[in-house]
């Protein structure tokens, strides 16, 4: 089969961090720049003992260096456990139609983008960050919905896994080489082993928090948040 030229695939994605903070902030970034000393503030965050949970209304107030040192001295285990959310809610629920302050926010880069990549992308914009890798730093196993896998192929009959994992999943060339489908045991997903994915998350301080109040509603919020 003839791979389908990776070039502007590749080029998007080492911008895609970048481009992210750019998306997400624009020009007038309200993003904190790079500290010249002890940030004086204070973040506030919602704290969970699990994913699963359905009760959301423990908040956790931290300076900077504080925050950063939490995130970065995860230890290694299962995935279910306490968990940080970048927000905070009016009610209980974790649910976009009731957050009501964002003091932070956590960008995933899941596309085997180098730490060194990212690093200067935030350098570039002139931002402070906290980057962290995720439980899923170094995997080697994706799972694609079938459909999704069905539909690709059918309209490129000629692409190859590494092609469908470049551009579905925007995957870096350096990650996709040499990747194949395994079975999955699960008739509604293809799993897919290829080479060590890097993942991370990026924590961005706000120069200004995201306040729901601040808007005429909350979908109006969630629109500026999402701009």
């Known amino acids: 089969m003839n791979a389908i030229p990776p070039a502007e695939i590749a080029a998007s994605n080492a911008e895609s961090m970048k481009a992210a903070l750019s998306a997400m902030f624009g020009d007038d970034t309200g993003v ?10 204070t973040f506030t965050v919602t704290m969970g003992s699990a994913a699963t949970q359905t009760t959301w209304g423990q908040r956790g107030v931290f300076a900077w260096g504080d925050l950063a040192a939490m995130l970065t001295s995860h230890k290694p285990g299962g995935k279910e456990g306490s968990c940080i959310v970048p927000a905070v809610f ?32 935030v350098t570039a914009l002139g931002v402070e960050a906290v980057i962290s890798s995720t439980h899923s730093h170094m995997t080697t196993r994706t799972k694609a919905k079938r459909s999704h896998w069905d539909k690709f192929f059918a309209a490129n009959p000629e692409a190859t896994v590494a092609d469908f994992l470049r551009i579905e999943k925007h995957y870096v060339s350096a990650v996709t080489t040499g990747a194949e489908p395994i079975e999955s045991g699960d008739e509604d997903y293809v799993l897919i082993r290829h080479q060590p994915c890097p993942k991370f998350r990026v924590a961005v301080p706000l120069a200004r928090p995201w306040v729901a109040s601040d808007y005429p509603s909350q979908a109006a919020a969630n629109a500026a948040w999402k701009e």
């Open 32 to 41: 904190s720049g790079e500290s010249d000393g002890e940030d004086s503030r």
């Open 90 to 121: 009016s009610g209980t629920s974790r649910k976009k139609e009731e957050a009501a302050q964002s003091d932070v926010a956590f960008l995933d880069s899941d596309s085997g983008m180098p730490v060194v990549d990212i690093q200067a992308n």
